[in-house]
């Protein structure tokens, strides 16, 4: 365990934080971009209470609205236009994963007079690496990709239909207001998501990082636990306001980097769930729960133990020897039918997608992330033939 | 939950890792007082190893050495002096808890021109809250306090026998460079100690806490194991890398703010520890243990349930109801086991503590910390009859 971390977000959490949107911006800038995805955050009235807000500090603001659930390179440039032309310093993001993610990059794209495209990660070419950004305000109205309190952004490019990433130090949000009354107007659909996509992100870590990190481990296996038990319940209520609560704590600290620091942790089921939804479009937690169980079968072939011990910490499972496949299976099964019981997809045909492209997906795949001997980084790294297999056994 | 929560400590976590402070202290000063407990850390070779690191980046420095294992307002007031008159603009604590607390002071007591024991909670006395300090950075040498990665500083007045707190954002360390190597030759019962230190850290906050915090629950269930499956593995070989770094990871995040953040924990059980050994030479984590395990007996009457979740998670122990008191008092007795196998007092008199000044005991306590009715804060609340009952139990 060798590693360096820092998470300089400040956090502001809990039922009502909203209203202090305004007193929290005037400490970062004057004049804000408000960033925000489709009509149901002015529908739902949120958008009018964080201007009440703002209104209140004495802060006016320009906007960036209609942000996609897969946030496209356009709407960055869009939105870094209007920060010049609006005279913008300090970035809103209000909204879900993806416009938490496009705001970041509209944030570092004001101060380069390039291509924002330069970047985000995509294949061998050189990148630019952006040195600093706008101050960066995060309000979540989704408990799901925990984007609030992490330096990652996802972006897709609509043009080489290529979805891919850049983490910086620099996009750390300065605070993130999370406020879990925004989500009481989430659909089940989107909350079920929420719940896989913030579970994924911790089975990646778990599963693909280096072992002995015991601490880390527990970590996740909270918040595997956490979100398994409080998940149904924000599905069975939406306004069941504590499990609101608990489910966006899950979903941030699943990625803020508590549980993979240290771990050294790649993310391979993300990198073909980009590439799908590049390619299609399918909402990313449909994407990771599509393909997700199918790759755990795959690499419990060489990691028995680490799926043994899933399966007996999360579902109590008692195995017959620390790589008793039988119980790491079991473990998997008990898994998929968690995610079937929340009303997630568990294979591609069930997201409208067939094999005629298998091909493409695994070289897109292995044009975003490859190691020197040109496989998919992970535990167990993955070649071309590995991933296509990985796909038919997820048709 | 609702709460606000930042931790900008750098972290950087490894073996070896003691070769780059003279590296990340020339980011932060130009030259740099280094404060250091006895005389082990020179036998050891570990200031030398410091030193060359510093030289190596061209950082000169002074020192302020012999700050005690309870750490005194004049070393404060020593070290600060020595700041001033030799132009010092970083502060390097290098050794256990004690060195750290009292770096962290000095470098607010720089600032301030008045007595630095002002800023230490005492009573009901109007307090000087610092604005700023010169930027610290921890090397701890034990696997203990966690003091690396927080705010907080523990400091005793050897005039009036108080031993009490300061927290303030400005005492966050810039960076923690945390190198297991440096603890290999820490000796057996000061490895306990740490261990206990550790793991009391952690009840303090699970016991105390408001409830409805599961991710925080599990968080502490994961350091709790991590420190009783690596602490003895660590005493078992002192020179187990793999069982240093463990321990030393569970003692930072067992109190960097990860397992408190949200549950709103006070910590009566070091409250009366810090008056203990305010009066007597007394090892922290020493006394701790010595009177925890009372504390937990007695605060099950009143929140079974919680500790009944702590025999299940911890322990393994099947309760047959959620306020099982059997169960609860079965996983107080199994942990007060472990702590006797590792060596650590489970009585005042184990550590020369009689009952003679008991009633000063009580006041002093309450004079550190109560409530508006007078109550000793924690879950319960402790009146002046609870703390002699408590106190003649720990006997």
């Given at each position: 365990m060798n590693f360096e971390f820092q998470n300089p977000t400040r956090l502001i959490f809990g039922a009502g934080s909203l209203s202090r949107l305004g007193e929290v911006v005037s400490e970062y800038g004057q004049k804000a971009l408000i960033v925000t995805g489709g009509g149901?955050?002015?529908?739902?009235?949120?958008?009018?209470?964080?201007?009440?807000?703002?209104?209140?500090?004495?802060?006016?603001?320009a906007q960036c609205a209609g942000v996609e659930p897969n946030p496209r390179i356009s709407s960055v440039v869009r939105g870094a236009e209007t920060v010049r032309t609006e005279g913008c310093d300090v970035i809103i993001a209000l909204g879900g994963g993806s416009t938490i993610d496009a705001a970041k990059v509209i944030a570092a794209a004001v101060f380069y007079d390039g291509d924002p495209w330069d970047m985000?990660?995509?294949?061998?070419?050189?990148?630019?690496?952006?040195?600093?950004?706008?101050?960066?305000i995060a309000v979540p109205t989704l408990a799901a990709t925990g984007s609030e309190a992490n330096s990652t952004a996802v972006i897709s490019n609509e043009e080489t239909l290529i979805k891919s990433s850049i983490s910086n130090n620099c996009l750390y949000p300065?605070?993130?207001?999370?406020?879990?009354?925004l989500t009481v107007s989430v659909p089940k659909d989107q909350t079920a998501y929420g719940v896989c996509d913030t579970i994924i992100h911790v089975t990646e870590t778990y599963f693909n990082g280096i072992g002995g990190t015991p601490i880390q481990d527990r970590f996740a296996e909270g918040v595997i636990l956490t979100a398994m038990e409080w998940?149904?319940?924000?599905?069975?209520?939406?306004?069941?306001?504590?499990?609101?609560?608990?489910?966006?704590?899950?979903?941030?600290?699943?990625?803020?980097?508590?549980?993979?620091?240290?771990?050294?942790?790649s993310r391979p089921v993300h990198k073909i769930e980009h590439t799908l939804s590049a390619h299609h479009d399918v909402t990313h937690a449909a994407g990771l729960s599509a393909v997700n169980q199918s790759w755990m079968r795959f690499a419990a072939k060489t990691r028995p133990e680490r799926f043994v011990q899933f399966a007996q910490r999360i579902f109590g499972l008692i195995p017959k020897s620390p790589d008793d496949m039988d119980c790491a299976m079991e473990g998997i099964d008990r898994f998929e039918e968690f995610m079937?019981?929340?009303?997630?997809?568990?294979?591609?045909?069930?997201?409208?997608?067939?094999?005629?492209?298998?091909?493409?997906?695994?070289?897109?795949?292995?044009?975003?992330?490859?190691?020197?001997?040109?496989?998919?980084?992970?535990?167990?790294?993955?070649?071309?033939?590995?991933?296509?297999?990985?796909?038919?056994?997820?048709?």
């Open positions: 149901s955050i002015k529908r739902s009235g949120i958008f009018d209470r964080a201007v009440v807000s703002l209104k209140g500090a004495g802060i006016p603001f985000i990660r995509h294949g061998d070419e050189k990148l630019y690496v952006p040195l600093k950004a706008l101050p960066i300065r605070v993130a207001v999370v406020d879990p009354e998940g149904p319940k924000a599905l069975a209520d939406g306004t069941d306001i504590e499990a609101r609560a608990q489910i966006q704590w899950a979903a941030l600290v699943a990625l803020n980097g508590w549980l993979q620091v240290g771990t050294d942790s079937k019981s929340i009303g997630c997809p568990t294979s591609l045909s069930e997201i409208g997608i067939g094999d005629e492209l298998f091909s493409r997906y695994a070289d897109d795949i292995l044009f975003l992330a490859k190691d020197r001997y040109g496989n998919l980084p992970g535990r167990p790294t993955m070649n071309r033939d590995d991933i296509l297999e990985l796909l038919r056994a997820s048709l």
